[in-house]
């Protein structure tokens, strides 16, 4: 949010030139406050635009849209098509409830972005259906109860616990205190590993994390709070994610959480997956897509 961090308490002291929302971001946060928000900067004449990264596929976060710009004001969300429809990153949907406003908005760049985003969401949704997207939606739900309880369940193993987030339907984060107390760069060291080891969607999100974004500083960035009380690893339960994906995610976790309780050094420390358990897990993922798509 571009609001003004020192007084957040005192309306009669917002300066902000537009408020970005983040609604449901790899951060785990409560969303419930979209329509306070959307309420004040209608009050205050202050544009209003929420980054919808995962909520198309929640029926909750587009429900509080809905709410939000119906008490107060919201110009535009943003959702992202790789998130959303299992495409590749790249596009974005940019929507709103102004015709006019969003039609400003498309001829800012007109011609000369590329056209794979949309030719690869026609092509997914006319592949899957309706009911062959719905399904896929049903799947995602059971998955966040799985992820949450086998995270749960990591987490203890390791003396941390799985953070409570009931309002959020999609992110899930794990605490990190006790690998934070064990050296200061092992917060930040455990989301290399887990990158080199093919998991790009997961995000660690050390303490004290200072950002300065147009002359406002952000403490605690990416955490939503000025000062979270532990640093934490976040985890997102998306649209197309299977039980497998899942397992090897826990599996890739659990072996980068004993590298570093073992105090090896990372720089030393090689990938644990090699090209053909890539290759493997790839493959059996691209049967269980086509299964599902054949039986729709």
């Known amino acids: 949010m571009l609001l003004n961090p020192a007084a957040p308490e005192t309306e ?46 929640s029926s909750k976060c587009m429900h509080l849209i809905q709410q939000g710009a119906r008490r107060g004001r919201i110009d535009a969300f943003v959702q992202s098509l790789d998130k959303n429809f299992m495409v590749p990153v790249g596009g974005a949907i940019i929507a709103g409830f102004s015709d006019a406003f969003i039609q400003e908005i498309s001829k800012m760049y007109p011609g000369r972005a590329s056209a794979s985003p949309s030719l690869d969401v ?39 616990r799985l953070l409570a987030t009931p309002h959020n339907p999609i992110s899930l984060a794990m605490s990190l205190k006790k690998l934070d107390e064990q ?37 605690g960035f990416m955490s939503h709070t000025n000062s979270y009380h532990c640093a934490y690893l976040n985890a997102a339960s998306a649209i197309g994610m299977s039980k497998q994906d899942v397992d090897v995610f826990l599996k890739r976790l659990d072996r980068c959480l004993k590298t570093l309780a073992k ?32 039986k729709s």
């Open 183 to 219: 050296s200061g760069t092992a917060v930040t060291q455990l989301g290399s590993m887990l990158f080199t080891r093919q998991v790009s969607g997961a995000r660690v999100v050390p303490l004290g994390s200072l950002q300065t974004v147009s002359g406002y500083a952000f403490k």
């Open 263 to 294: 105090g090896k050094n990372h720089d030393k420390d090689t990938p644990m997956v090699n090209e053909e358990e890539i290759v493997s897990e790839m493959e059996k993922c691209n049967t269980n897509a086509a299964e599902g798509i054949a």
């Open 122 to 160: 026609l092509i997914t949704l006319l592949s899957l259906g309706t009911k062959g997207y719905q399904q896929l939606l049903k799947e995602r739900k059971e998955m966040f109860s799985y992820l949450s309880s086998e995270l749960k369940k990591l987490a203890e193993a390791y003396g941390e």
């Open 12 to 57: 009669g002291k917002i300066h902000s030139l537009a408020t970005h929302r983040p609604e449901v971001l790899l951060q785990v946060h409560d969303h419930r406050r979209l329509e306070e928000l959307a309420e004040i900067c209608m009050k205050h004449d202050i544009p209003h635009i929420v980054n919808n990264a995962y909520g198309v596929q």
